[in-house]
T-cell receptor
């Protein structure tokens, strides 16, 4: 069974440019999370979906970040425009119960 | 925002020794989970302990939970070089009927051969 798939693995962009990350969760997992992880820190929740509904987006900086989960399966996280402080690893996870399964993450560098 | 704090932030031991990491959290929980993260990789689930459990074992892992002190510990016995990774606790507090998984700050474990 395939795990959570994220792309791209790495992305380097100039500040003020837009960027998008894609996540394909494990088949059948209704819950999908996007986390941000800064170097040396634990993951911080950005948004959580139950099927296609965003049930917790309180930590998402809505002025520049947006997310969607079409048909309750794949999800896209977008930043527009990117700032230097957005450089981090963006992790996607899915679950169908208590245990969450994580993708490899997308390492974003904003220069 | 981080729910939990791990202690110590970093731990360096020799192969064969035991490693103990502690996690403190702030709010009531339904369960607490421990995850491992190898450098540059995603997180991998290790073990889950429910709020009504006090201790749980899985292979070389032993987890304890003290809900009165809002703390948990992860013990890795007979450590191996392959155990080198960052370890995170994550608390699960059902919010509005849905699971909310909040991670701590992590302990970086280095096991030297």
């Amino acid at each position: 069974e395939a795990g959570v798939v994220q792309s791209p693995r790495y992305k380097i962009i100039e500040k003020k440019q837009p960027v998008a990350f894609w996540c394909n969760p494990i088949s059948g997992h209704n819950t999908l999370y996007w986390y941000l992880q800064n170097l040396g820190q634990g993951p911080e929740l950005l948004i959580r979906y139950e099927n296609e509904e965003a049930v917790d987006d309180s930590q998402l900086p809505k002025d520049r970040f947006s997310a969607e989960r079409l048909k309750g399966v794949d999800s896209t996280l977008k930043i527009q425009p990117a700032e230097l402080g957005d450089s981090a690893v963006y992790l996607c996870a899915s679950s169908q119960g208590a245990e969450a399964f994580f993708g490899q993450g997308t390492r974003l560098t904003v220069v | 925002s981080q729910q939990g704090e791990e202690d110590p932030q970093a731990l360096s031991i020799q192969e064969g020794e035991n490693a103990t990491m502690n996690c403190s959290y702030k709010t009531s929980i339904n369960n607490l989970q421990w995850y491992r993260q190898n450098s540059g990789r995603g997180l991998v689930h290790l073990i889950l302990i429910r709020s009504n459990e006090r201790e749980k074992h899985s292979g070389r892992l032993r987890v304890t939970l003290d809900t009165s002190k809002k703390s948990s510990s992860l013990l890795i016995t007979a450590s191996r070089a392959a155990d080198t990774a960052s370890y995170f606790c994550a608390t699960d507090a059902w919010n509005t009927g849905f699971q909310k998984l909040v991670f701590g700050t992590g302990t970086r474990l280095l096991v030297s051969p």
